[in-house]
């Protein structure tokens, strides 16, 4: 019970921080004036390249994405994980 807790605020946390980030962009994008790349919105995510003396137009929010990538990851890991627990010891 208590890693299932674990989990899923975990899992919870994890996709609490990527959506900020990807809230953050979206609401950012439509304010920006050049980007490089196909999409608009993990440019200001993740940011790009700058070339020369051009202003760099992004949030550079990739490490905290990736950091609630990798919590939902692995809170997900986690509560599959009990619920295969939970499946085996049902079987016996």
């Keep these: 019970m208590k890693r299932t807790l674990i989990g899923g605020f975990v899992m919870l946390g994890g996709l609490f921080i990527t959506m900020t980030m990807i809230i953050a962009g979206a609401i950012y ?3 920006m004036t050049s980007w490089s790349g196909k999409s608009k919105l993990w440019y ?3 940011g790009g390249r700058q070339y020369g003396d051009e202003n760099v137009d992004s949030l550079f929010l990739g490490f905290p994405f990736i950091l609630g990538v990798t919590l939902t990851i692995g809170g997900l890991v ?3 994980f009990e619920y295969y627990e939970t ?3 049902n079987k016996e």
């Design 29 to 31: 994008a439509p304010h």
């Design 87 to 89: 499946i085996e010891k």
């Design 44 to 46: 200001a995510v993740f």
């Design 78 to 80: 986690i509560l599959c």
